[in-house]
């Protein structure tokens, strides 16, 4: 299991190798969350990365148990 800083660290460059981080992580299924996504969506996050940042957070959210009495997901944009 990854405290947030390693999980921030592991998670964060520029290739496509977060696909594989987030695939290999240790599954959380049985874990309790609250977790919020809070996301730019301006202009100059541009459509790539957009779909990047999606994929990122369905990802994540596939490793947990997402239920009343399990994680609870949030998700907030800004931006114009």
């Given at each position: 299991m990854y405290t947030l800083p390693e999980?921030?660290?592991?998670l964060c460059d520029t290739s496509d190798s977060w696909k594989e981080r987030v695939q290999s992580m240790v599954c959380c299924?049985?874990?309790?969350?609250?977790?919020s996504f809070v996301v730019d969506h301006s202009s100059s996050i541009?459509?790539?990365?957009?779909?990047?940042?999606?994929?990122?957070?369905k990802?994540?959210?596939?490793?947990?148990?997402v239920e009343p009495s399990?994680?609870?997901?949030?998700?907030v944009s800004f931006g114009v």
């Open positions: 999980l921030v660290a592991y299924l049985d874990c309790l969350l609250d977790l541009g459509g790539v990365n957009w779909s990047r940042i999606l994929a990122l957070m990802s994540v959210v596939s490793l947990t148990n399990g994680t609870h997901v949030g998700a």
